[in-house]
Every structure is written in structure tokens, then in C-alpha cells.
């Protein structure tokens, strides 16, 4: 626990050491867009001018569209290798540094640093944001290995301090109704979080429970074996993964934006995935249900279950070895993933179609998304934490 605390200051730290020659410049507002928001969680935007300016996007973005490809596209036979996932994720996250890096510097102001031309302080810039980015994979891998949370700790200290503000934001808005109606405000935010944060957890800890039979174990613990399928088949992870999936187009279309300046199609794209329009929110909900239920059955993987059961020799209370456990499964998973897919959908998408509706800015249209992935990964550190709590408590044993 103290390791991962060290890792935040650094982290910290690195956020707040500025580039000499660039011109500071006020950090973009969470509620601009999409793009803003993902900047937000992965502690990255094109606005900030620290050594940590990129944060973990490419490396998220890369593990994203590596580990769909592994899960969906590889021969399901093979065993997969970790270094050769690895390896992808380093290529692929090396080349979005560069692209994310090149787009940040163009947009930053500079000031004359000696005799370095604009084009020398651009590359230098470029150069110091992919560096500073490898560096925060290096932590990472250092909480991973002595700390809790891995990249999931640096993400939740990114969010609530997106969150710090929409509070503040939210705080001002409500002290300009002034009286009585700046309490109603204060009383609706809290209950909003409370009942956000109510629901999440709920999530997290319920579960849909199949009874196992097992040929060769027959004692009076027998009954309590039994396949657990959570009602967050993979917790907050198709947010992310949406997010991601939203950030490879956006970068291509400002590339593109470059080389043929004043194109409406181009225009109109960044605006769609930015969720500035309507067009853009439906593709973000829609893409967010269809992740949440094909990401539950890849990474849960009841057919594989239903086999290994079948291998063993074991079996479900009612159902047959095989193709009818794997359906009975399947249709769990489903269940669960419609389920709290069902829920993002609601907390996200509504605040999302008014803001764009009523053309607002403000980061408070975000904050339902924000206070549900935060609840998700507060959760899921706190099971962490707990599980090394536990074998901690197994040591004198072993």
C-alpha cells in the first residue's frame, strides 16, 4: 500500500513539471466533449503542457485493440503468449505516443528557448511527451508488481480529480440560484451520487449462482460449489473501451484535418466523435450495449466453462453435460451483461442527449459517467486490497 502511495506523488509530480518553452495554457473544461472526458480518466489532453501531458491513452488504447484481436480474431486452440501480446502492445502504444505527441505539440504556443527554431522546440516537445509517457508506464509496472491497483489506481486518481472539479462547477452553479434553491441543488447532487454510487455497488456484488456437481467430491461442503457469473461481467470496461474505440478515429480525422483543411465531412466527423452531436451520442450508446454483451461473452467464456465441466466430469443441478450447459451459461451472461449495460446506458447517455440538446459545455453532463467508473474501480480496488489482505493473513501457514 505504501509502494502504490509513492507511485501516486510521483505521478503527481510528473503532472505538475511544466516544459520550459511552452506557453502555459488553461487545461481544456471536462464537459468540451468526449475527447476531453477520455483526457480526463488518462490523465492526458492536447491542452496541458507537463512531461505527463499524454498519460496512459496510448497504452490503454493499444491494450484495448490488442486484447479484442486476441480474444476475437486468434485460434481459440493456441495457447497465448503473454510476451507476444506484450510486444504488440508496445508497438502499437509506441506508434499512438508518436501520432498523440506530434498532435499535442503542434497545437501548444511556444517561446523563444535560444536558438532552437519553432520546428526544434515542436520535435523536442513531441520527443519529451513520448518520453514522459513510457515513463508512466514504468510506474505502472512498478505498482503492478509491488503495489495494488496497477494502471486501475493511476485512472481513479485522474477521475477524481476530474471529479474535483465538476463538484466545484457543479457548487458555483448552485451558489448562483442563491436561498433556498442553492440547498435543493446541494441535497439533489449528493442524492444523485449516493443513489450512482448505491446502484454500482450493487452491481459489483451481485451475481448469478449455478450449483456444481462434482463426480468425485461428496461431503457435507458439496452444495456450496457453484459458478459465480457477476452482474458486471466486466465491470466498467466497455466504457473504456468505447472511449478508445472513439479516439482512433478522432486522431486519423485531425491528421487528415491537416493535409486537407476546410473538408465538411472531416468537420463533421470530429464533431460526431466528440458527441457535439446527436449522430455521435447514439453511436457511443449503441456501441456501449453491443460491448457490454460481446465483451462479457468473450472474457467470461461459458462455452469454454461448459467444456472443462464436461471434461471433468462434472455437471449443473437439471442441465446436460455440454451444448445445453454452455446455453444455459451463455444466457446468464447475457442476462448480466444486458443487465448493467442497461444501467450505463442510463446513467450515460440521457445527461449526454440533454447536453447536446440544450448545447451546453459544462462538465456536470459528464459526471454520471465519471461517478460510475470511479465507483467500478473503487470497487474493484477495493476486492484487490482485500484478497492481498487475506493471503497476508495465510503466510504463517505457508
Not at 481544456?28 to 501531458?53: D, H, M, P
Not at 435543493?184 to 450512482?196: D, K, N, Q, R, T
Not at 462434482?214 to 459458478?227: F, H, M, P, S, T
Amino acid at each position: 500500500m505504501e509502494y502504490s502511495v509513492l507511485i501516486v506523488l510521483v505521478y503527481l509530480l510528473g503532472r505538475s513539471i511544466p516544459i520550459p518553452w511552452v506557453v502555459y495554457q488553461e487545461a481544456e473544461s471536462a464537459g468540451s466533449g468526449i475527447q476531453a472526458l477520455i483526457g480526463s480518466f488518462l490523465g492526458s489532453s492536447l491542452s496541458t503542457t507537463s512531461l505527463f501531458s499524454l498519460g496512459l491513452a496510448p497504452w490503454v488504447t493499444a491494450m484495448v485493440m490488442v486484447s479484442v484481436f486476441q480474444k476475437t480474431l486468434e485460434d481459440k486452440t493456441q495457447k497465448k503468449s503473454p510476451g507476444r501480446a506484450n510486444r504488440a502492445t508496445l508497438f502499437l502504444a509506441t506508434i499512438l505516443a508518436f501520432v498523440q505527441a506530434l498532435v499535442s505539440a503542434v497545437k501548444m504556443q511556444y517561446q523563444p528557448w535560444g536558438n532552437l527554431r519553432t520546428t526544434d522546440l515542436w520535435l523536442l516537445t513531441a520527443a519529451i511527451l513520448v518520453g514522459g509517457s513510457f515513463l508512466i508506464r514504468w510506474l505502472v509496472g512498478r505498482n503492478t508488481t509491488w503495489g495494488i491497483g496497477g494502471q486501475t489506481l493511476i485512472i481513479l486518481v485522474n477521475i477524481l480529480g476530474n471529479l474535483r472539479q465538476v463538484v466545484m462547477e457543479y457548487i458555483r452553479s448552485a451558489a448562483g440560484a442563491g436561498g433556498w434553491k442553492f440547498v435543493c441543488f446541494l441535497f439533489l447532487g449528493g442524492a444523485a451520487v449516493l443513489v450512482i454510487f448505491t446502484v454500482m455497488l450493487f452491481l459489483e456484488g451481485g451475481e448469478f449462482r449455478s450449483t456444481v456437481r462434482r463426480i468425485g467430491i461428496n461431503n457435507l461442503y458439496a452444495e456450496d460449489d457453484y459458478i459465480a457469473i457477476r452482474l458486471t461481467p466486466v465491470g466498467t470496461m466497455p466504457v473504456m473501451y468505447v472511449m478508445s474505440f472513439f479516439t482512433i478515429p478522432y486522431y486519423v480525422l485531425l491528421i487528415l484535418n491537416w493535409f486537407l483543411p476546410g473538408r465538411k465531412w472531416i468537420e463533421e466527423g470530429l464533431s460526431v466523435m466528440n458527441l457535439n452531436q446527436l449522430t455521435g451520442v447514439w453511436i457511443f450508446g449503441g456501441l456501449l450495449l453491443l460491448l457490454t454483451a460481446v465483451l462479457a461473452v468473450i472474457f467470461v467464456g461459458p462455452g469454454e466453462i461448459a467444456k472443462n465441466l464436461e471434461r471433468q466430469g462434472d455437471f449443473l443441478d437439471y442441465l446436460e453435460p455440454g451444448r445445453e450447459t454452455a446455453w444455459h451459461l451463455r444466457g446468464q451472461t447475457l442476462m448480466a451483461a444486458l443487465l448493467s449495460g442497461a444501467v450505463t446506458w442510463l446513467l450515460v447517455i440521457p445527461p449526454l442527449v440533454i447536453r447536446v440538446l440544450r448545447g451546453g459545455t459544462s462538465g456536470i453532463y459528464m459526471a454520471p459517467m465519471t461517478i460510475m467508473v470511479a465507483a467500478g474501480m473503487a470497487a474493484e480496488l477495493l476486492e484487490e486490497a482485500k484478497v492481498y489482505r487475506t493471503m497476508e493473513n495465510y503466510k504463517p501457514f505457508l
